[in-house]
């Protein structure tokens, strides 16, 4: 194999793993011309969220060949996730485009909560999310949205600790691993995010590209136990996390009824001409 | 509710998802003492790792109570992933404790060859997998793992078109989604470090603690699709992405043989007095 040869192969795994890098720089004709995109995707980052909540969903966003995917925080100084890992944003909330194929929030607990409750994330979020194609989340990233006024009369799920809490932001609670309703596509708790990012890698490609992207990230999910929904955990189990958890919902309602009280300024409908299917 | 009531439950959520970070600031009595433990755990960062391949298993590593998770760099500068998420480490191969619980490589695609090529990333991993009692990797990580001296003899498993060049670095190539050989523990492809992460947490608590940490993560996956694996992807599926993948395994042999011109030095066996296996 020639050296050619071997930039070529590098180029093509990297494709499909880190499309946005590398495939302007190395070409690859063999590919179909309807492969290749040109979105836009915005993915939240802030103090606190859960880094696995955004990783998992970068990783098949990054697939997509031509996209371009910004981590947008809301100053462009490195955020801390809630186990510790520092992030630099890649845009802020100023820089970031103002027309997306894309807005993602990602979950968390006590960042979470304080992102809801800050203004310049909600008004960011309401006002990429009124124009943008696709309007989503992993865990409870979906109380971001919904703080944000974008999932009212919409089905969505969260985390299922946190998923009964969304009808207190005008939306229909779920209990699915992916929800998808019209332009709104939510995830359950932090790993469904997995699941989350290949049906949004079908959306904006098709199922073959997906089953690729699939086949290079190696998810053929074999968990060692079985205890990862409240319809599957053991009694014991649930037992140990119920009561560790039940707190956050009572606290994502209290700042839906901080909300009420200073009710969220959307945009105009006119600023929509061709985003929002609603 | 009252508000102690509401920081003793986020902290209690907070501990399962962030145990480093909350669990000493907010002490948790009626946590059975077992599950509290003291470990170093040291997860390598590299430009141009595949950033899944961290943070899946970090996530769960974060959720040990009483542990200590440093993302290690070479220097203390920010590193960036094949995907383009730029992660600040949080210890250097200076500052890194000594002695730990686990050394963890992620893997990648060019980063990672550049990090096998690396001698200072070989000694570093070489020194601190001759005392670790975890030895362990996801993906092509293995295969750094294996640069670094460390998986002669062992069975071992990496990414699946990566995997065949294990022989190459004296381990015995494993297909299985985590294979454990006394103290090596090493993931396949990308994804697979959620499925390695749980079984680390067992071993490092017991299953009870395992199970309730993928309960909060709720891991109960559902892809989409059924292309995960090469046992399991359609053939057209198979026919992208073989060949976009088979020069990866070629380019890590020929690390192989660079490094048996320029032989390791590893540190001598009398420097190990309680940690590894062998």
Same mark, same amino acid.
């Given at each position: 194999?020639?050296?050619? /040869?071997?930039?070529?192969?590098?180029?093509?795994? %990297?494709?499909?793993?880190?499309?946005?890098?590398?495939?302007? %720089?190395?070409? +690859?004709?063999?590919?179909?011309?309807?492969?290749?995109?040109?979105?836009?995707?915005?993915?939240?980052?802030?103090?606190? &969220?859960?880094?696995?909540?955004?990783?998992?969903?970068?990783?098949?966003?990054?697939?997509? +060949?031509? !996209?371009?995917?910004?981590?947008? @925080?809301?100053?462009?100084?490195?955020?801390?996730?809630?186990?510790?890992? =520092?992030?630099?944003?890649?845009?802020?909330?100023?820089?970031?485009?103002?027309?997306?194929?894309?807005?993602?929030?990602?979950?968390?607990?006590?960042?979470?909560?304080?992102? +809801?409750?800050?203004?310049?994330?909600?008004?960011? +979020?309401?006002?990429? @999310?009124? =124009?943008?194609?696709?309007?989503?989340?992993?865990?409870? $990233?979906?109380?971001?949205?919904?703080?944000?006024?974008?999932?009212?009369?919409?089905?969505?799920?969260?985390?299922?600790?946190?998923?009964? !809490?969304?009808?207190?932001?005008?939306?229909?609670?779920?209990? %699915?691993?992916?929800?998808?309703? =019209?332009? =709104?596509?939510?995830?359950?708790?932090?790993?469904?995010?997995?699941?989350?990012?290949?049906? &949004?890698?079908?959306?904006?490609?098709?199922?073959?590209?997906?089953?690729?992207?699939?086949?290079?990230?190696?998810?053929?999910?074999?968990?060692?136990?079985?205890? @990862?929904?409240?319809?599957?955990?053991?009694? /014991?189990?649930?037992?140990?996390? *119920?009561?560790?958890?039940?707190?956050?919902?009572?606290?994502?309602?209290?700042?839906?009824?901080?909300?009420?009280?200073?009710?969220?300024?959307?945009?105009? *409908? @006119?600023?929509?001409?061709? $985003?929002? &299917?609603?």
């Amino acid at each position: 194999m020639t050296e050619l /040869d071997r930039r070529f192969v590098i180029s093509g795994a %990297a494709a499909l793993a880190a499309a946005p890098i590398l495939s302007e %720089a190395h070409p +690859m004709t063999d590919i179909p011309a309807a492969w290749r995109g040109s979105e836009q995707i915005a993915m939240l980052v802030y103090p606190g &969220m859960t880094a696995l909540d955004l990783i998992g969903p970068q990783h098949f966003f990054a697939s997509l +060949m031509g !996209a371009k995917v910004h981590l947008v @925080g809301k100053t462009a100084d490195p955020v801390v996730s809630d186990t510790g890992v =520092r992030i630099t944003p890649s845009a802020t909330f100023d820089t970031c485009p103002r027309d997306l194929a894309v807005i993602f929030a990602p979950g968390g607990t006590a960042g979470t909560l304080a992102a +809801m409750r800050d203004r310049a994330t909600r008004d960011f +979020m309401a006002d990429r @999310g009124a =124009r943008a194609t696709w309007v989503t989340s992993v865990c409870t $990233g979906s109380l971001i949205l919904g703080a944000a006024g974008l999932l009212d009369g919409y089905r969505a799920t969260s985390h299922w600790a946190a998923r009964d !809490a969304l009808v207190d932001f005008g939306a229909i609670p779920t209990d %699915a691993r992916v929800v998808e309703d =019209r332009s =709104r596509v939510t995830g359950a708790g932090v790993t469904s995010g997995l699941d989350f990012g290949l049906t &949004m890698v079908a959306r904006l490609r098709d199922p073959t590209y997906a089953q690729a992207v699939q086949l290079q990230a190696e998810y053929d999910p074999h968990p060692p136990f079985s205890a @990862g929904s409240p319809h599957t955990a053991p009694a /014991d189990v649930q037992a140990i996390v *119920r009561p560790m958890l039940a707190g956050f919902a009572d606290q994502a309602r209290a700042v839906a009824r901080e909300l009420k009280r200073s009710p969220i300024t959307l945009p105009p *409908r @006119g600023a929509n001409p061709e $985003g929002d &299917m609603q």
